[in-house]
């Protein structure tokens, strides 16, 4: 059990080290592995959306449990933005290859303010909730506004 758990997190660490071109056989695998982590991550912050936005009601262990979820989705899509995997079936624009420094300070403003509304969600306080969902919410739209097509 112990040496599974130890196993599955050496596994992780190893994949969240390895460099994108060595996790990926094909350019399709990328960009499918990039989208299912966006998907995943829409699925979990739209559910706190709703309660930020009062359309479903706020509750404290629903907000943590999926803020918690979004702050570990956030670290995942990055690796899989390596060279060549501009084209096909994505609406990535050429941008996040020209300025790679500019999406980079994107998505690590993105994964910071996940942590943030993770920590906010945690403490139950919905205004705190609210707020720190705001901010992520604006790291989404901002990145979204210079780096996705429409
Ligand atoms: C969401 C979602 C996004 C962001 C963005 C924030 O719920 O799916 O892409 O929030 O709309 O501006």
Avoid at 29 to 45: G, N, P, V
Avoid at 79 to 96: C, L, Q, W
Avoid at 115 to 137: I, M, P, R, S
Wanted: hydrophobic share 45%; proline share 3%; net charge positive.
């Amino acid at each position: 059990m112990k040496k599974t758990f130890l196993s599955t997190l050496t596994l992780a660490a190893i994949a969240l080290s390895l460099p994108a071109a060595a996790q990926f056989a094909k350019p399709e695998d990328a960009i499918k592995y990039r989208k299912s982590a966006f998907t995943l991550t829409a699925a979990h912050f739209g559910r706190l959306g709703a309660m930020a936005t009062g359309k479903a009601p706020f509750d404290a262990k629903v907000a943590s449990d999926n803020a918690e979820i979004v702050a570990n989705l956030s670290k995942l899509p990055w690796a899989a933005f390596g060279e060549g995997t501009d084209m096909g079936d994505t609406k990535a624009k050429a941008e996040i290859w020209k300025q790679a420094a500019s999406f980079k300070e994107h998505s690590d403003k993105f994964q910071a303010e996940a942590v943030k509304l993770a920590a906010a969600a945690k403490t139950g306080k919905e205004d705190a909730f609210k707020a720190a969902f705001t901010a992520t919410a604006g790291t989404c739209k901002s990145c979204h506004d210079d780096f996705r097509s429409k």
